[in-house]
């Protein structure tokens, strides 16, 4: 565990990858099993589903992104506190991503950021910390929905 900026406890995956060949599903597997420990799956309500579903989706489109456009990822790194997630994802490219209009709108390619920049409560990359190598990381956040007020409501055990 590392503490956040704000004094409370964070805890910190990190997961070292080479190449392009398995990595989406790898990273994918990687975060459900971090979502679980973590109690956002399995999910109790509708919206928590949607929500870990909204983060395995994004994991999925960044690290693709770094498979198309950086020569695969080199790392990824799963941050957790007080209800927020944030994923960073490394490569060795110098090139940050820039969110554009998609050119063929009914055609696959070219949707990966506008998914992450409606998805994510907040992203951007930055480039990486001095000693780390050439590249840059780029960065997602996603808080955990909130329960209702009442509570949290549970199956009807009948």
């Not at 870990?52 to 498979?67: K, M, P």
């Not at 198309?68 to 007080?82: D, F, I, K, N, T």
């Amino acid at each position: 565990m590392a503490e956040s900026g704000d004094g409370r406890r964070s805890q910190v995956r990190r997961l070292v990858l080479h190449g392009t060949r398995g990595v989406v599903s790898r990273c994918r597997d990687f975060t459900a099993e971090a979502l679980t420990d973590w109690g956002w799956l399995p999910a109790e309500t509708a919206e928590e589903r949607e929500r870990a579903e909204d983060v395995l989706l994004l994991v999925s489109e960044v690290v693709t992104n770094a498979c198309l456009h950086a020569g695969g990822p080199q790392e990824l790194v799963l941050r957790h506190a007080a209800g927020r997630l944030r994923v960073e994802v490394a490569d060795a490219s110098p090139v940050h991503p820039r969110l554009r209009v998609a050119r063929s709108p009914g055609l696959p390619g070219g949707h990966g950021l506008m998914v992450l920049d409606r998805l994510a409560g907040a992203w951007g990359s930055e480039d990486k910390a001095s000693g780390d190598g050439a590249g840059k990381v780029v960065w997602l956040e996603v808080s955990r929905p909130s329960p209702p007020p009442w509570g949290r409501r549970r199956a009807d055990p009948s």
